[in-house]
T-cell receptor, first 113, second 116 residues
Framework: DTAVSQTPKYLVTQMGNDKSIKCEQNLGHDTMYWYKQDSKKFLKIMFS???????INETVPNRFSPKSPDKAHLNLHINSLELGDSAVYFCASSQGVNNQPQHFGDGTRLSIL | QQQVKQSPQSLIVQKGGISIINCAYE??????FPWYQQFPGKGPALLIA?????SEKKEGRFTISFNKSAKQFSLHIMDSQPGDSATYFCAASKGMIKAAGNKLTFGGGTRVLVKP
C-alpha cells in the first residue's frame, strides 16, 4: 500500500535517449511535485502541479516535460538525455499548497552511460 | 545562491548523546520550516516542522529551536539511537503565498551516524 510510488526504481540508459518516469499517489492529494537529488544529496524542486495545473517550473531545461493526466499521476519525460541528468528523481505529493506536508516516493535512480 | 544553509555536513554521535543540526535562511518571506529524514534508498520523510510564531517545538526525542531575529533554526535529537542514523534535511517554504506553490527550499543535508 505504497502512498507515493515511482517506476522504474532504476533506469540505466545511453546519452541521447528519451525516457519517462511515472509517479502515482493513492493519498487523494491534489498537488504533486518532482525533485532532483544530485550526487551530493542536494535536493531541488523541478516542477509542481496543483489540480493538474503547472504551478512551479524551476528553470528546468525544456528537455524535461512533466505531464499530469489526473490528480493522482505525475509523469516526467526526459528527451535527449545528458550525462548531467544522472541523479535520483523524487516524486512527492501534498494536499493543497499552504505549507502542507509533502510525502515522497522512494525515488528513481537515473544513470546515463 | 543557496537560500538555506545547513551545518554540519556530517555528524558522529554516541548512542544516548545529543545530535544538533543548524540551519540559516535568508528570505524573510519563509513561513514554514520542516525537517526531513532520509534513509539510504528511500525518499525524505517529514520528521517535524515549525512556523515562525513559536520558538520551539518538541515531538518525542526531536526538538526544533527557532530564532526569527537571527534567521536560524536547529534540530536537536535527544538520546540519539543507532536507528536515527540517516541524512537530515532542513527546508523552508513560503506556503501562504499560493504562487509559491508550497515549494520547499532544502538545506544541503547532514549525514548523522549514531555509534552504538
Amino acid at each position: 500500500d505504497t502512498a507515493v510510488s515511482q517506476t522504474p526504481k532504476y533506469l540505466v540508459t545511453q546519452m541521447g535517449n528519451d525516457k519517462s518516469i511515472k509517479c502515482e499517489q493513492n493519498l487523494g492529494h491534489d498537488t504533486m511535485y518532482w525533485y532532483k537529488q544530485d550526487s551530493k544529496k542536494f535536493l531541488k524542486i523541478m516542477f509542481s502541479y496543483n489540480n493538474k495545473e503547472l504551478i512551479i517550473n524551476e528553470t528546468v531545461p525544456n528537455r524535461f516535460s512533466p505531464k499530469s493526466p489526473d490528480k493522482a499521476h505525475l509523469n516526467l519525460h526526459i528527451n535527449s538525455l545528458e550525462l548531467g541528468d544522472s541523479a535520483v528523481y523524487f516524486c512527492a505529493s501534498s494536499q493543497g499548497v499552504n505549507n502542507q506536508p509533502q510525502h515522497f516516493g522512494d525515488g528513481t535512480r537515473l544513470s546515463i552511460l | 545562491q543557496q537560500q538555506v544553509k545547513q551545518s554540519p555536513q556530517s555528524l558522529i554521535v554516541q548512542k544516548g548523546g545529543i545530535s544538533i543540526i543548524n540551519c540559516a535562511y535568508e528570505n524573510t518571506a519563509f513561513d514554514y520550516f520542516p525537517w526531513y529524514q532520509q534513509f539510504p534508498g528511500k525518499g525524505p520523510a517529514l520528521l517535524i516542522a515549525i512556523r515562525p510564531d513559536v520558538s520551539e517545538k518538541k515531538e518525542g526525542r526531536f526538538t526544533i529551536s527557532f530564532n526569527k531575529s537571527a534567521k536560524q533554526f536547529s534540530l536537536h535529537i535527544m538520546d540519539s539511537q543507532p536507528g536515527d542514523s540517516a541524512t537530515y534535511f532542513c527546508a523552508a517554504s513560503k506556503g501562504m503565498i499560493k504562487a509559491a506553490g508550497n515549494k520547499l527550499t532544502f538545506g544541503g543535508g547532514t549525514r548523522v551516524l549514531v555509534k552504538p
